[in-house]
């Protein structure tokens, strides 16, 4: 099973500043996935990436794997509030199986 | 449109009861299914899955179960619930493609006192 290192583990921002989260791995992704989660619910799936190199952008929200893919930011220009929540990387271990990091906790703050 | 629903939304059982989880999946035919458990603020632990009826594969080795008895219903049992069963229990079911986006129920809230 893949180990996926997210950091930090928590991040308080005020609203309209920017941010970046982190996920590593010691070894290769074969494609790495970001999630979403508000508290009392289910994560809900940002974005897929599948190349080297590659940047996905989702509004505010930029996603670059890394060229190696082994490594991934998620960068939130000009936060709100309503991007509160917890963002958890995840990688496929096999074709179905989903291994997911501990998560960033994020807070913006009014 | 597909949906995915889970019950009951929160449970408080004593240590040693038993326990079930229901959930189901509509709009959608012979999907895979999926039985995760998340400690709070944390990351999901993928508990089982499974890619057909009466087919389930066990992650991790522990007090729990599950079962497949329909195509669309995913149960997760314990004879005997133990303190650290406590958790936030989500179920998620994916189309048959490898590599696809997973989709998440509301999730059940367990506490075992």
């Known amino acids: 099973t893949q180990l996926l290192e997210q950091s930090p583990q928590f991040l308080s921002i005020q609203e309209g500043e920017n941010l970046t989260v982190y996920c590593n791995s010691s070894?290769?992704?074969?494609?790495l996935q970001w999630y979403r989660q508000e508290p009392g619910e289910g994560p809900v799936l940002l974005v897929t990436?599948?190349?080297?190199?590659e940047v996905k952008k989702l509004k505010r929200l930029t996603f670059q794997f890394g060229d190696a893919r082994k490594d991934s930011s998620l960068h939130i220009t000009a936060a709100q509030p309503g991007d509160t929540g917890l963002y958890l990387c995840?990688?496929?271990?096999?074709?179905?199986?989903?291994?997911f990091g501990a998560g960033t906790t994020v807070t913006v703050r009014a | 449109s597909q949906t995915i629903h889970q019950w009951p939304a929160t449970l408080v059982q004593p240590v040693g009861s038993p326990l079930s989880l229901e959930c189901t999946v509509e709009?959608?035919?012979?999907?895979?299914l999926y039985w995760y458990r998340q400690a709070a603020g944390r990351g999901l632990q993928l508990l089982f899955y499974?890619?057909?009826?009466?087919?389930i594969s066990s992650e991790v080795p522990q007090n729990l179960s599950a079962s497949r008895p329909q195509d669309r219903q995913f149960i997760l049992s314990s004879k005997k619930l133990l303190l650290s069963d406590s958790g936030f229990y989500l179920c998620?079911?994916?189309?048959?493609?490898?590599?696809?986006?997973?989709?998440f129920g509301p999730g059940t809230r367990l506490t075992v006192l």
């Open positions: 998620a079911w994916s189309v048959q493609v490898s590599y696809n986006e997973q989709f």
């Open positions: 070894s290769v992704f074969s494609s």
């Open positions: 990436v599948v190349t080297g190199g």
């Open positions: 995840a990688s496929f271990s096999n074709d179905y199986k989903l291994s």
């Open positions: 709009g959608t035919s012979n999907p895979n």
């Open positions: 499974s890619v057909g009826i009466g087919q």
